[in-house]
């Protein structure tokens, strides 16, 4: 074979040539000149290889897309199938919540018309919606899967609180329906527990447990909604859920002040033994903090049972030393030049009624060597709240018949224009308040539901209030309006007493108007201009009894009101500025507060202006949900009760941030929030703003 031959039939095999010895990467080709080079068999080979190996992974890859395509169709199939029945699911959730509003609804009614057994029964149905609902959302297996999203989760988990919280509320609700049915009559009424001057005890002890129960299962509930999401809710979400809270804050409260009155009343009311307590009667038209103290009387209670055995002017008690009472010193410093504890007529110059009640206590055993049980204060206003119970009383001398709207003008000032007898006019108050008093308390039926709602107003007003020298009642009677109690809240505060020192009766001719505006800075500190308008509006031909003062004083002529006036402000705050300034008699702190002191003459006829700048601290800072910075500012009013309401106006600017959430305010726009009214109570405001 020849070498040409040779190196063409090696080619198969090991090549002889320098060519032949070549990777097998590269081609081999016949390197001969003047011939067409050609592929070897065996990079062919390698090529079809390869064109098969990309076959197989294009393969492979279109399988897996498919495998992809089929998974991908297969979640969205079971997504919308999930979709599907949370929706469904929603629906049933959503059936079970209407039924469950509208029943609690029912409840409302029902118990507005002292319905008790269909109250009951709505409540009952009520829970029972509640809770179905409540379980469809928290069993379902797609409403759990939704929850995991951002948007459905919060929204669903925000409906199951409040369906929580329903069911619990409901059923709270008619567990102290089921304790109250002593106080259900044959067709379902209520029947008050009041009849013939006797509160029937048994009663009131045996609902007072459900009624606490219900409390903290209502607080327990306010807690759970607040605590539920309240970003990225839908519009009905978010409006169910803060009328929901709303709602449950009121309930709560409710609960917690009647859950106070059901603690105190059986021991008050004797159910321990007798009691015997001094009742303070004030006149409105010469103010302390309250109405001046002028007539008194002595009211006993024995299980249930409660009579009047005394009453008289408060002169016919009058001290020969003053009583030892324990004070603490912020008292002593700031009123002892008042001599509360030994002057009846000055026992209440502190607004605290926990002081006054001490005071008024200690000075009756100083006089007469008899312990009380403790001291009801009330009124000539609210006297006159307890004949809308009562109905009208009628006396003979004058031939006058008084009722709710007309004896607090007759007896604090018409009165004064009737009776010829100075100790005449002294007395009517009393005999009039002992009139009320004794017939409230014979009055039984729908009468006795007025006859507590009369209560209830008269202490809000902080025109009825009342101390226990039983250190558990006046534990209990601290924390509720009846106690007296001048509040001390975290955020602002303001308050006043004009006192009258003029020996007069003008109160009942004095207008108060005042104009209060707070400027809050970044850091929740606030500056506080007070701007206070006393006006006089007595006239010359006013009887002698009213106008007081003397013709041979200059000072104090006829008709001059001469009056001690203190702004209280939140402890801590600090006098900077304003006309009556230099003008200021204290700023010695009482009852907690910051407290401000001027005295003021007004003339008859004349206007008197007070005005004060003062800086109130920084009150403590919340955080949002969201952990952005969120301040509140909060004012708290507590108007002095005088026979007819002061005005104020209150308005509040803010240096920077957004303004949102107002209570109680009227927005005026951008960071101002405005408060125009007369209230007879106290009021609270607030506001929230992000920096």
Known sequence: MSEQDSSIAGSGGEASSPVGSASSDSPSVDARPGRTPRMEPQVHMQRKKRRRRSSAARRRRAKIKRRIYIAVALLASVAFALVVLALVRLQKVSAELKVARSESQQAVDALEAKDLRSARDHLGRAADSFIRGRNALDSAFELKIAKMFPVAGP????????????????????????????????????????????????????????????????????????????????????????????????A??????????????????????????????????????????????????????????????????????????????????RWSWANPTFAWQRANVSPEFSIVGEILTSMYKERTGQQ??????????????????????????????????????????????????????????????????????????????????AFDQAARERRLMIYSRHAGEQASLAGMPIGGQLKKPTGGFFSYTLQNFSGSKLDYYMKQSIDYRSRVAPDGSSSVNVKMTLQNQATA???EYILGGDEKLESRKPGDYFGYLTLYAPEGSFVTGGESKDSLLSVLPDAGHAAFSV???????????????YRVP????????????????????????????????????????????????AALGGRTLLFDGNPQEAVEWSASWRR
Request: charged letters at 20%; aromatic letters at 6%.
């Open 155 to 250: 929204n669903l988990r925000a409906v199951s609180a409040m369906a929580s919280a329903g069911a619990s509320t409901a059923d709270a609700g008619k567990n102290i329906l089921d304790a109250a049915r002593r106080l259900q009559g044959p067709k379902g009424e209520l029947v008050f527990p009041l009849a013939d001057g006797r509160v029937d005890l048994k009663a009131v002890e045996e609902i007072q447990p459900a009624v606490r129960s219900a409390h903290i299962r209502v607080e327990a509930a306010a807690a759970q909604v607040a605590g539920s999401p309240a970003g990225s809710l839908a519009g009905s979400v978010a409006g169910a859920r803060e009328e929901m809270l709303e709602k449950l804050v009121e």
């Open 252 to 333: 709560r409260d409710a609960l917690a002040k009647l859950d106070g009155y059901l603690t105190v009343l059986p021991p008050f009311l004797g159910g321990d033994g007798p009691r015997r307590y001094l009742v303070a009667i004030g006149n409105n038209a010469e103010m302390n903090a309250e109405g001046m103290i002028l007539s008194y009387g002595i009211i006993e209670a024995n299980s249930g049972a409660i009579s009047w055995s005394r009453s008289g002017p408060i002169t016919e008690i009058k001290l020969s030393a003053p009583a030892q009472v324990p004070l603490s010193q912020e008292f002593v410093d």
């Open 372 to 453: 009380l049980d403790g001291a009801i204060f009330i009124d000539g206003v609210a006297l006159g709240y307890l004949l809308r119970a009562t109905g009208p009383i009628a006396f003979q001398d004058p031939p006058v018949t008084l009722d709710e709207r007309s004896f607090a003008d007759f007896a604090m000032n018409g009165a004064y224009k009737s009776f010829a007898s100075q100790e005449v006019r002294k007395e009517f108050l009393g005999v009039a308040a002992q009139r009320a008093i004794t017939a409230a308390f014979q009055i039984s039926g729908e009468r006795a539901r007025v006859l507590g709602s």
């Open 541 to 543: 031909d006013l009887p």
């Open 599 to 613: 005295a003021v003459l007004v003339r008859p006829g004349e206007t008197r202006t007070v005005e004060l700048e």
């Open 618 to 665: 920084t009150p403590p800072a919340s955080d949002d949900a969201s952990g952005a910075a969120k301040n509140r500012f909060e004012l708290l009013y507590v108007p002095q009760p005088r026979i007819r309401p002061d005005s104020i106006r209150a308005e509040v600017s803010f240096d920077s941030g957004t303004v949102a959430e107002p209570s109680g305010f």
